[in-house]
T-cell receptor, first 114, second 115 residues
Framework: DTGVSQDPRHKITKRGQNVTFRCDPI?????LYWYRQTLGQGPEFLTY????????KSRLLSDRFSAERPKGSFSTLEIQRTEQGDSAMYLC????????????FGPGTRLTVT | DQQVKQNSPSLSVQEGRISILNCDYT??????FLWYKKYPAEGPTFLIS?????DKNEDGRFTVFLNKSAKHLSLHIVPSQPGDSAVYFC??????????????FGKGTKLTVNP
């Protein structure tokens, strides 16, 4: 039983460039979440999908951020015109029906904006 | 505002002894509480959860206690092992009026178990 996978694990980009991250949840998990973690902080909620529907976006998610989950399977998170403040670990999690409170996290994508 | 607080940034215990990690919360709408363990350069690993209607849940060496009146929960690890050394995050789940679910995390406590 594979866990949540994320790609890439590390991304270094120059300010102003666009980046896209991918998350593959645990199969049959219909709920998918994106979080962001910076140094010394706990993960902060960004957005939530139930199947393919995006049900909530945090106010942390500016207009430069967009997330999709086509067909309710994998998800992508895109950041346009990256800024140095976007440097963080981006975490994806999924949870199953019946125990949706148990969120299982992937290894994260470490983004560095230079 | 910090709805979930872990006031101890670090904790050091001897192998074989009990580790007690504490967490306080302010929002009465949280319905589940969870503990995660995190190693460097990895995502958080789910450890144990407790419903807001329970006061104790046990899984092997890990026990979580919930005191709803005090808005306080704790994670007990007995006996502590060197492999337990990691950052532990307390998290609380909230379901919004729109049906969205999210976890709110504390800042974490770094546990070091000395051999």
């Amino acid at each position: 039983d594979t866990g949540v996978s994320q790609d890439p694990r590390h991304k270094i980009t120059k300010r102003g460039q666009n980046v896209t991250f991918r998350c593959d949840p645990i199969s049959e998990h219909n709920r998918l979440y994106w979080y962001r973690q910076t140094l010394g902080q706990g993960p902060e909620f960004l957005t939530y999908f139930q199947n393919e529907a995006q049900l909530e976006k945090s106010r942390l998610l500016s207009d430069r951020f967009s997330a999709e989950r086509p067909k309710g399977s994998f998800s992508t998170l895109e950041i346009q015109r990256t800024e140095q403040g976007d440097s963080a670990m981006y975490l994806c999690a999924s949870s199953p029906n019946g125990r949706s409170y148990e969120q299982y996290f992937g290894p994260g994508t470490r983004l560095t904006v230079t | 505002d910090q709805q979930v607080k872990q006031n101890s940034p670090s904790l050091s215990v001897q192998e074989g002894r009990i580790s007690i990690l504490n967490c306080d919360y302010t929002n009465s709408m949280f319905d589940y509480f969870l503990w995660y363990k995190k190693y460097p350069a990895e995502g958080p690993t789910f450890l144990i959860s407790i419903s807001s209607i329970k006061d104790k849940n046990e899984d092997g060496r890990f026990t979580v206690f919930l005191n709803k009146s005090a808005k306080h929960l704790s994670l007990h690890i007995v006996p502590s092992q060197p492999g337990d050394s990691a950052v532990y995050f307390c998290a609380a789940r909230r379901i919004t009026q729109g049906g969205s679910e999210k976890l709110v995390f504390g800042k974490g406590t770094k546990l070091t178990v000395n051999p």
